[in-house]
């Protein structure tokens, strides 16, 4: 099969789904997707070693790199200009999604999606350069790094939305008198893990807002706030993962990201504590730096990856009740 080969699927039987009516999928255009997502992950992690090691102004200027662009990989300079790099090559895989959609899609509200995305990354750009001309200004470094999570989650939602599930597979089948409805439609589909669900991605967001504002302003009544929404998070994740486990048996495609959430709830929550105990017990003594930026990142990260998890567990129980 080709770049940019489709297959036409039958319609769909739902009359909510307008313009989708007769829908596309194209393979190469889901594994660009899903291969952009996983790049913007690694930038992620390229960004929070940055942060981890201080090393934001280990390059003065932009958009090049001592005057070059690629300057001798030494010290902090090397987790600067890498990110740079992932940073360059995300933002162009995304403009040529943005034109490959634009171009291909039948879907408008999907090409707007993605010319969002594409604005988000130019914008993301803009504010890393902002970050090193203005010597890292706690404002802009927050926003920097909270649009940085929404891209990513935004790249994952992308991913499903041109993937065979969401384009053409039958809804996932609804259970009628299921014990955990919470609303006044019966047999609607994970209508009992839903509410919690859409709280766990409101504080899972509240939580990276808090954390980026710990990271780059070290306030403590910040931290307490982070700390505590982190628990609030650990105790929705396991809400979801149960309802999901007991209510949904039998349906791996609920199941298997529910039971995710858990995993990377746990690890986001095990190595907080470990950042804690590395930035904060022992901030004044002696400590090994390797661990630190280890435990740093990866809370960073991680929590990433549970936002986008929960978005995308999200999604696909809005598409399973259509």
């Not at 740079?84 to 933002?91: K, M, T």
């Not at 529910?258 to 930035?279: C, E, N, R």
């Amino acid at each position: 099969m080709g770049v940019g080969s489709k297959h036409v699927l039958p319609p769909l039987s739902s009359p909510t789904r307008g313009e989708e009516s007769v829908s596309h999928f194209s393979r190469w255009m889901h594994i660009y997707a899903k291969l952009l997502a996983g790049v913007t992950f690694l930038l992620i992690i390229a960004g929070g070693l940055v942060t981890s090691t201080q090393s934001g102004l280990s390059v003065p200027d932009w958009p090049l790199s001592y005057g070059q662009w690629m300057p001798p990989m030494v010290g902090g300079v090397r987790y600067e200009h890498t990110h740079r790099i992932i940073a360059s090559l995300v933002g162009l895989m995304t403009l040529i999604l943005a034109i490959w959609i634009g171009f291909s899609e039948s879907r408008k509200w999907l090409r707007w999606v993605t010319i969002a995305a594409f604005g988000a990354v130019v914008i993301q750009g803009i504010l890393g350069g902002m970050t090193v001309l203005y010597l890292l200004p706690a404002p802009i470094s927050i926003f920097h790094a909270c649009l940085a999570q929404t891209f990513f989650t935004l790249m994952v939602s992308l991913a499903y939305f041109t993937s065979r599930e969401w384009v053409s597979e039958v809804p996932l089948p609804k259970v009628p008198g299921s014990a955990d409805q919470l609303t006044s439609e019966p047999g609607t589909f994970g209508s009992g893990t839903k509410r919690p669900l859409f709280m766990l991605i409101l504080l899972t967001y509240l939580q990276l807002i808090l954390g980026a504002t710990v990271r780059h302003m070290a306030n403590h009544y910040v931290l307490i706030s982070h700390i505590v929404s982190g628990f609030l998070v650990l105790i929705h994740a396991l809400i979801v993962m149960s309802r999901v486990v007991k209510h949904h048996e039998g349906k791996p495609k609920l199941i298997v990201p529910s039971i995710g959430l858990g995993v990377i709830t746990l690890f986001q929550t095990t190595f907080g504590m470990g950042s804690f105990i590395y930035t904060v017990v022992l901030h004044q003594m002696v400590q090994p730096q390797t661990a630190k930026i280890f435990f740093v990142t990866a809370h960073q990260s991680l929590g990433a990856l549970l936002l986008a998890t929960a978005v995308f567990l999200y999604l696909r129980i809005l598409r399973g009740e259509k």
